[in-house]
C-alpha cells in the first residue's frame, strides 16, 4: 500500500469508479448545470461516465467551470510572469492564499491554456469532510494535509506530506500548488510560515542541505490579487476577534459557506503573476546567510518579496490606503467612480461606529499597497 494512501488523489484507475459515487449528487447537478446552462442532465451525464483521468475530467468538465465562473462573477482574468516557465518542467508554486478554491482552479486554467503542467495542489482536510467534496477534490488533483493533530501525530503527518511533494515534483515531474502559510491570508498580509517550508524540506536526502533540496525543487513564487473579495465581510468576525486578541471559533458550515461566496460572488478583475524560479537567489543565500536558522528566514524573506512585488494593486487597494491613512496619496491610482463604489460596499458592510471593524476592514485591502511600498523602500536604501 502507498504511504500517501490517506492523502493523495485519485490515480486514473480509480476515476470512473469515483465519479459513479457522485454522478446523482445534488451538488454535481447544480454545478454542471452552471456550467453546461443549455445542456440536459443525461448528456452531462453520460460524457462524464466515460471519463477515465483526472485530466479528462479536469479539461472537459472544471475548465469550462472555470471559464463560466470567470465570466459570471469577474470582469476577467490577466496573467504575467508565465513565460518564464518552461513545458516538461514540474515546478513548486509557492504562493499567497486568498480564495479557498479559486486560487489553485484559475492557477490551473492558466497553465493550461498556456500548455503548461496543472498542478497537485495542496487542500486542508477541514475543507473536505463532507463525501462529496472529498470526491471531489480527489478527482481535481488535491492531496490532504491534515489540521489540528497533536504534536506528535503532526509531526508524522508533516513526513508524508513532505514525502509526497517530493514523490509528485521528483518522481513524477507533476508541479506542486501550496500556499505560504497555513490557511488563507484574511489580513491581507502575504507572509511565508517557516514552518510552511521546514515541512517541505523534511524529505530532502540524508546529509543534504535543506537549500539544496529546495533548488532540486524549482521554487517559483505565485502572487493572485482580487479586485474585490467576495467573502471580505464573512472575514470580519475572526478580524475582529484577532484584534481584540480572542480566540475565534468558526460557525458550522462556515469554510463551506465562505467557498460558495468566493466562487459566485462578484470579484472584478483578478490577476495572477508567476515568479522567478529562485534557484540563483537560494544558491546566493547559502554562499552569504550563516547557520540553518538565519536561511530558512531568509529563503522565506526571498518568497515574500516576490509574491508581495508582484502583486497586482487594484484601485480598492490605494482606495483603502487612502481611507485608512486619511489623505488621498493615491488618489491619481483611482477614479471618483471607483472610489465611491468601495466606499458604498464599505459603509454597507462595516460598522462605521466601530473604529476596530473599521480599521480591519480596510487594512484587509491596505495591507498589500504598505508591504509593497515598504519592500521597494527597503531596497533602495
Request: charged share 25%.
Amino acid at each position: 500500500m502507498s504511504p500517501f494512501e490517506d492523502i493523495r488523489p485519485y490515480y486514473d484507475t480509480e476515476v470512473n469508479q469515483a465519479i459513479r459515487q457522485i454522478i446523482d449528487h445534488p451538488m454535481l447537478k447544480a454545478m454542471m448545470n452552471f456550467t453546461f446552462p443549455d445542456w440536459q442532465d443525461s448528456y452531462w451525464k453520460d460524457l462524464m461516465m466515460h471519463c477515465h483521468s483526472i485530466r479528462d475530467f479536469q479539461i472537459n468538465f472544471i475548465y469550462p467551470g472555470v471559464k463560466k465562473v470567470l465570466e459570471k462573477s469577474s470582469e476577467g482574468l490577466t496573467t504575467s510572469g508565465f513565460e518564464k516557465l518552461e513545458a516538461n518542467t514540474s515546478y513548486l508554486f509557492i504562493s499567497n492564499h486568498r480564495d479557498i478554491i479559486l486560487d489553485t482552479s484559475l492557477l490551473n486554467a492558466s497553465l493550461y491554456e498556456k500548455g503548461l503542467f496543472m498542478t497537485t495542489s495542496a487542500i486542508g482536510d477541514n475543507l473536505v469532510k463532507k463525501p462529496f467534496l472529498n470526491h471531489l477534490s480527489r478527482l481535481t488533483r488535491n492531496f490532504i494535509i491534515k489540521r489540528g493533530l497533536p504534536a506528535r501525530e503532526l509531526l508524522e503527518s508533516s513526513k508524508v506530506v513532505s514525502a509526497y511533494i517530493r514523490h509528485s515534483l521528483l518522481r513524477e515531474n507533476r508541479s506542486v500548488w501550496i500556499a505560504q502559510r497555513e490557511g488563507r491570508t484574511k489580513d491581507g498580509n502575504d507572509l511565508t510560515q517557516k514552518g510552511v517550508l521546514k515541512m517541505i524540506s523534511m524529505a530532502a536526502d540524508e546529509g543534504e542541505h535543506f537549500l539544496d533540496y529546495f533548488k532540486r525543487l524549482n521554487v517559483v513564487p505565485v502572487s493572485i490579487s482580487y479586485e474585490y473579495d467576495p467573502t471580505d465581510i464573512l472575514k470580519m468576525p475572526e478580524l475582529l476577534a484577532k484584534a481584540n486578541q480572542e480566540t475565534y471559533i468558526k460557525a458550522e458550515n462556515e469554510d463551506f459557506k465562505t467557498l460558495l461566496s468566493g466562487i459566485i460572488g462578484q470579484k472584478k478583475r483578478i490577476h495572477i503573476h508567476v515568479g522567478d524560479l529562485l534557484n540563483e537567489e537560494i544558491e546566493h543565500i547559502k554562499n552569504t546567510v550563516s547557520g540553518n536558522v538565519k536561511q530558512m528566514q531568509a529563503l522565506a524573506d526571498l518568497i515574500d518579496y516576490q509574491i508581495i512585488t508582484g502583486y497586482k494593486l487594484w484601485p480598492t487597494k490605494y482606495i483603502a490606503c487612502d481611507l485608512l491613512t486619511g489623505t488621498d496619496q493615491f488618489a491619481s491610482e483611482y477614479t471618483p467612480e471607483e472610489k465611491a463604489f468601495f466606499e458604498a460596499r464599505f459603509r454597507r458592510g462595516v460598522d462605521q461606529n466601530n473604529p476596530v471593524a473599521v480599521k480591519s476592514f480596510l487594512s484587509m485591502y491596505a495591507n498589500p499597497v504598505l508591504n509593497q511600498k515598504r519592500l521597494l523602500e527597503e531596497v533602495k536604501n
